[in-house]
């Protein structure tokens, strides 16, 4: 059975940091490619970051860039999203997720596994 848990989540102020991580399990972590994705109060998904797992190559949406970093551990099968210098537009329940085999990892509505969030809030 495949399963993605997301922890890490809780509340933070303005400019503080908060790491959140991703056990997978029931499919080749591996050879995948990973995505965290978030939906904020009122909002649509939003796209925030992949890794392709072997390749090691990643990818971030501009609201992201420069104050979040992707990241995973092969050996563990866990996923991770280190998050600065956080702003109140952060707030947001996060979804680690499974990009689907050869698909754009934009593409969300063709990923193949979610996990169940973990909530993040970022108020002072």
């Known amino acids: 059975e495949v399963q993605l848990v997301e922890s890490g989540g809780g509340l933070v102020q303005p400019g503080g940091s908060l790491r959140l991580s991703c056990v997978a399990s029931?499919?080749?972590?591996?050879?995948?490619?990973m995505s965290w994705v978030r939906r904020a109060p009122g909002m649509d998904m939003e796209w925030v970051s992949t890794?392709?797992?072997?390749?090691?190559?990643?990818y971030y949406a501009d609201s992201v860039k420069g104050r979040f970093t992707i990241s995973a551990d092969n050996a563990k099968n866990t996923l991770y999203l280190e998050m600065n210098s956080l702003q109140p537009e952060d707030t947001a329940v996060y979804y680690c997720?499974?990009?689907?085999?050869?698909?754009?990892?934009?593409?969300?509505?063709?990923?193949?596994?979610w996990g169940q969030g973990t909530q993040v809030s970022v108020s002072s």
């Open positions: 029931g499919f080749t972590f591996s050879s995948s490619g």
């Open positions: 890794i392709y797992i072997f390749s090691g190559n990643t």
């Open positions: 997720a499974k990009v689907g085999d050869g698909i754009a990892f934009l593409n969300l509505d063709e990923y193949d596994y």
